[in-house]
C-alpha cells in the first residue's frame, strides 16, 4: 500500500516514474505541462542552485493562492518566514537532492496560541536530472486542507507552529 492517499499527488508520482522509464531520473524536458493538465495548480518546479539553496522556477494557481503570493522567481529561504518551517522545508529539499528519491510528506499547521490544527498540506517532491545523475530541479506537487476558509491565501503571510505527521521516501 502506497504513502500516498491523495489522488492527485500519487498521479504525479506515477507520471515521474513513467517518465523516468528504465533511468533512475527522469529531466526536467520530460516534464510535458500538455499530459498533466489536472496537476498543473498543484506543482512547482524548483531549481537547485546549490547546498540549500532553491529557486521557486514556477509555482501553481492552487500554491500560490495557499501562499498569498506568488513566489515564482523568489528564493525559497526568501519566501518562509518562520525559522523552523525553514529550516524544515530546505531540508526537505536537501534529502530529495542527496538521496535522488521521491520524497512524501504530511504537515499540519498549529495557532500559535492553542496548538490546534488550522491547516494541513500533503506533498510529494520528485527529484530532476539532466544529465542522469546530478538533481539540478525538484517537481513539487503539494494540496492544502483547510479547517476554515479565513485562513485560505495566508500560508507564507501568516507563519504558523507546523508539525510532520508522514514522511515516506519512495
Known amino acids: 500500500m502506497s504513502a500516498i492517499v491523495d489522488d492527485r499527488l500519487r498521479e504525479a508520482y506515477e507520471y515521474w516514474r513513467k517518465k523516468a522509464g528504465a533511468r533512475a531520473l ?5 516534464i510535458d505541462p500538455v499530459e498533466i493538465p489536472r496537476l498543473l495548480p498543484h506543482v512547482m518546479l524548483v531549481e537547485v542552485l546549490g547546498a540549500s539553496l532553491y529557486r521557486y522556477r514556477l509555482i501553481g494557481t492552487e500554491i500560490a493562492t495557499a501562499m ?3 513566489a515564482t522567481g ?4 526568501e519566501m ?3 525559522d523552523g518551517y525553514r529550516a524544515y522545508v ?4 536537501d534529502t530529495v537532492v542527496r538521496e535522488r528519491r521521491a520524497l512524501y510528506t504530511e504537515n499540519v499547521f498549529l495557532t500559535a496560541r492553542h496548538g490546534v490544527t488550522e491547516r494541513n498540506t500533503k506533498r510529494i517532491m520528485l527529484p530532476l536530472s539532466s544529465d542522469g ?3 539540478n530541479m525538484v517537481l513539487t506537487a503539494q494540496v492544502f486542507f483547510y479547517v476554515g476558509n479565513t485562513l485560505r491565501n495566508r500560508h507564507f503571510i501568516d507563519p504558523k507552529p507546523h508539525d510532520e505527521t ?3 521516501m519512495l
Open 68 to 70: 498569498g503570493v506568488n
Open 26 to 30: 527522469p529531466g526536467r524536458s520530460d
Open 80 to 82: 518562509l518566514r518562520e
Open 90 to 93: 530546505l531540508d526537505l529539499y
Open 166 to 168: 508522514a514522511r515516506a
Open 133 to 135: 545523475e546530478i538533481v
Open 74 to 77: 523568489r528564493l525559497v529561504h
